[in-house]
């Protein structure tokens, strides 16, 4: 009789607990951006990989107000282990100093499970505009825009984008005037380049590679500490500037509040899947670096990342309403 009422008791614990009840139902990832860019691939072929580890995960695309969207549902979603989310440098280290009014506290709402991906940005010029402008370096392109006052604009994906604060942090380095033009993402600001529209972009290294491939786009140099493997040749923004370094970069986080047994199944499951020489052969090909880290790593990071940005987005003077 104790025995089964010792029994009786144990399930009823377990059935009262809702991460019982979440480890074996469907997992939602939140992609705060639209279907088909690299942040969304990548989620992608990472739900897939876990399928047999964490059963069916469904991407939902939640895109608006530059990512503050998809970060909300996932900040309000019930912490049970069910939803988790993409955590991008916009979304949780730009956006809280760019907005002027957030949903969500990018520091306290969400708790962290893994980083996935690291990605360079690189300064890029319409490559027949480079060789009209005898622009081979980025020495060239300062030499240029001081022989040519005012003469030179650059794109962006809009005010507040990774590719605009770099831009703007490249002006302040170089002692140069640039006009940026800010566009309705980052596609149409690559477009825009392309046309003739823009002297040069600071873009997303997976978004431009095809195009500097083409011979379209000409690269000066890569916005991260080291020259990266990815883009052989093509030297580091720091070796002109000493610590210019703004990555691309984004992971995976849940509900503040989910069970740290969530959080350790999840993280075992992912960064064991971003370990795997299929995640890895998908990721290279996207020219994406596959960055599998503990939960108190990302942590840490993005919590560096805010503190980085809070600086940058304040002497850009961008802001959104």
Same mark, same amino acid.
């Given at each position: 009789?104790?025995?089964?009422?010792?029994?009786?008791?144990?399930?009823?614990?377990?059935?009262?607990?809702?991460?019982?009840?979440?480890?074996?139902?469907?997992?939602?990832?939140?992609?705060?951006?639209?279907?088909?860019?690299?942040?969304?691939?990548?989620?992608?072929?990472?739900?897939?990989?876990?399928?047999?580890?964490?059963?069916? /995960?469904?991407?939902?695309?939640?895109?608006? =107000?530059?990512? @503050?969207?998809?970060?909300?549902?996932?900040?309000?979603? &019930?912490?049970?282990?069910?939803?988790?989310?993409?955590?991008?440098?916009?979304?949780?280290?730009?956006?809280?100093?760019?907005?002027?009014?957030?949903?969500?506290?990018?520091?306290?709402?969400? &708790? &962290?499970?893994?980083?996935?991906?690291?990605?360079?940005?690189?300064?890029?010029?319409?490559?027949?505009?480079?060789?009209?402008?005898?622009?081979?370096?980025?020495?060239?392109?300062?030499?240029?825009?001081?022989?040519?006052?005012?003469?030179?604009?650059?794109?962006?994906?809009?005010?507040? *984008?990774?590719?605009?604060?770099?831009?703007?942090?490249?002006?302040?380095?170089?002692?140069?005037?640039? /006009?940026?033009?800010?566009?309705?993402?980052?596609?149409? &600001?690559?477009?825009?380049?392309?046309?003739?529209?823009?002297?040069?972009?600071?873009? @997303?290294?997976?978004?431009?590679?095809? @195009?500097?491939?083409?011979?379209?786009?000409?690269?000066?140099?890569?916005?991260?500490?080291? =020259?990266?493997?990815?883009?052989?040749?093509?030297?580091?923004?720091?070796?002109?500037?000493?610590?210019?370094?703004?990555?691309?970069?984004?992971?995976?986080?849940?509900?503040?509040?989910?069970?740290?047994?969530?959080?350790?199944?999840? @993280?075992?499951?992912?960064?064991?899947?971003?370990?795997?020489?299929?995640?890895?052969?998908?990721?290279?090909?996207?020219?994406?670096?596959?960055?599998?880290?503990?939960?108190?790593?990302?942590?840490?990071?993005?919590?560096?990342?805010?503190?980085?940005?809070?600086?940058?987005?304040?002497? *850009?003077?961008?802001?959104?309403?």
């Amino acid at each position: 009789m104790q025995r089964r009422t010792l029994l009786s008791a144990a399930t009823a614990a377990a059935l009262a607990s809702p991460w019982s009840h979440a480890q074996n139902a469907p997992i939602r990832l939140i992609v705060p951006y639209p279907p088909g860019g690299p942040l969304d691939v990548t989620s992608r072929a990472l739900a897939e990989q876990v399928r047999d580890t964490l059963g069916n /995960v469904v991407v939902e695309n939640k895109p608006g =107000a530059g990512g @503050n969207i998809g970060a909300d549902v996932v900040a309000k979603a &019930a912490p049970d282990g069910l939803t988790i989310g993409l955590a991008a440098t916009a979304t949780h280290a730009v956006n809280p100093w760019l907005y002027r009014s957030m949903p969500y506290d990018a520091g306290k709402d969400f &708790a &962290a499970i893994t980083q996935m991906v690291r990605v360079p940005n690189v300064l890029v010029m319409n490559a027949e505009r480079a060789a009209r402008y005898g622009v081979h370096s980025v020495a060239d392109l300062i030499a240029y825009a001081k022989t040519h006052p005012g003469q030179l604009n650059y794109g962006s994906g809009g005010n507040g *984008s990774a590719g605009h604060l770099a831009g703007e942090m490249f002006k302040q380095k170089a002692g140069i005037y640039a /006009v940026h033009i800010p566009y309705r993402g980052a596609n149409p &600001a690559q477009l825009a380049l392309l046309a003739g529209e823009v002297d040069y972009n600071i873009d @997303n290294l997976a978004a431009a590679a095809p @195009n500097i491939k083409a011979g379209k786009l000409k690269p000066l140099a890569v916005t991260t500490l080291a =020259a990266s493997p990815m883009l052989p040749g093509v030297p580091p923004m720091a070796d002109t500037f000493p610590g210019f370094a703004i990555d691309t970069w984004w992971g995976l986080v849940a509900p503040a509040g989910t069970p740290p047994a969530a959080i350790a199944r999840l @993280n075992k499951a992912f960064t064991d899947a971003l370990k795997t020489p299929a995640i890895q052969t998908r990721f290279t090909a996207l020219l994406a670096e596959p960055v599998p880290t503990s939960a108190q790593q990302f942590g840490d990071f993005m919590a560096a990342e805010r503190a980085k940005y809070q600086d940058i987005v304040k002497a *850009s003077g961008a802001h959104v309403d």
